[in-house]
């Protein structure tokens, strides 16, 4: 089974990108390996002029820490912190860490840090999983369908937060979905089928998060 075949793309930095397909296109897989949470079997990922196809698991390691955030479609809080410990917790490990109740303010949750993911509806959460991402100000932030399990408004609210993450700390933002309206808010739409990146297109004319359609 080949996951992706013959990729070739480059994301500039600073970009918020969208990767759009149908479940299943190799979206997700290509993002892994982005991410290195996954190795490529045949071909170079490059970051910042590093190859992350020859690095070591610590290294990968290291990246990851150093660089990246992620950010899933269910949340993956601790339910035994509160959403200021739920932060905090990457920020015990991470270089230069932003502050986590500058994190929650960044998201629009100031004044719930000291609720359990319990205590918050489905959107908070994910507001919050979002917080605990870029609390270590990463270079990147992956999202992997972080509106799938959200309500049209609850998911708008949602993109809002990324866009300003995007605006507000200069981080790149990849956004793999299947949802069509989501493009409208990219710098760079990135389409895949099959396994394939089938188009690449620059977006002149971005909507806000809030007037996208469903």
Known sequence: ?????????????????????????????????????DRA????????????????????????????GFVFQFYNLMPSLTAYENIELVTEIAASPMNPADALE??????????FPSQLSGGEQQRVAIARAVAKQPNVLFCDEPTG??????GRAVLQV????????GATVLIVTHAAAT????????????GQIREVRVNSNKRDPQDIEW
């Open 106 to 115: 960044l998201v629009g949750l100031g004044k719930r840090g000291d609720s």
């Open 41 to 68: 079997s045949d071909g170079d990922v490059m970051f910042q002029e590093q190859n992350l196809s020859t690095m070591t698991d610590a290294q990968l390691t290291r990246y990851r820490r150093d660089h990246v």
């Open 149 to 154: 399990a959200l309500d049209s408004t609850t």
């Open 183 to 194: 493009a409208a808010m990219a710098d760079r739409v990135i389409y895949f089928a099959d």
């Open 1 to 37: 089974m080949h996951a992706l075949r013959g990729v070739d793309v480059e994301i500039p930095a600073g970009e918020l990108v969208v990767l759009l397909g149908p479940s299943g296109s190799g979206k997700s897989t290509l993002l892994n390996i982005l991410g290195g949470l």
């Open 162 to 169: 990324l866009k300003n993450v995007n605006e507000a700390l």
